[in-house]
């Protein structure tokens, strides 16, 4: 299955109009979306838990740097993944894990509780 890409800021007319995008990108991708998962997977592990694990990335392409876009799904053992709870950037070319540009583990905790909340079985009465 072929990678999604991402252009950040591209010009779109709101109105109906025919348009045409020409794209020609030259970079390094020395970091693989595999490597990219794999250390997202590490940080969430030791930061976060071992519920937590990335999905299928993209790949970003903007004006002067190339990044995976690593989302992140919360997954219980016995019923597979429950939802997505964030993202994590991860430099392709030099395999840094942009967190200041990614979702803070905190809020994924959060949205990783509020879904364990909405999809727990409820207590018969």
Not at 63 to 85: M, S
Not at 96 to 122: H, V, W
Request: with cysteine.
């Amino acid at each position: 299955m072929a990678k999604t890409v991402r252009i950040k800021a591209a010009k779109v007319p709101k109105s109906k109009k025919k348009v045409q995008f020409k794209v020609e990108v030259k970079g390094e991708l020395n970091i693989t979306s595999f490597i990219a998962c794999q250390r997202v997977d590490q940080r969430l592990f030791l930061h976060v838990g071992n519920l937590l694990q990335s999905g299928e990335p993209d790949l970003l392409v903007s004006k002067d740097a190339l990044f995976w876009d690593v989302p992140v799904d919360y997954a219980l053992p016995d019923r597979g993944i429950l939802g997505r709870v964030g993202h994590v950037l991860v430099d392709a070319q030099t395999g840094d894990l942009k967190l200041k540009d990614s979702t803070p583990f905190e809020e994924m905790k959060a949205n990783a509780k509020r879904l364990y909340q909405q999809t727990a079985p409820q207590a018969a009465d």
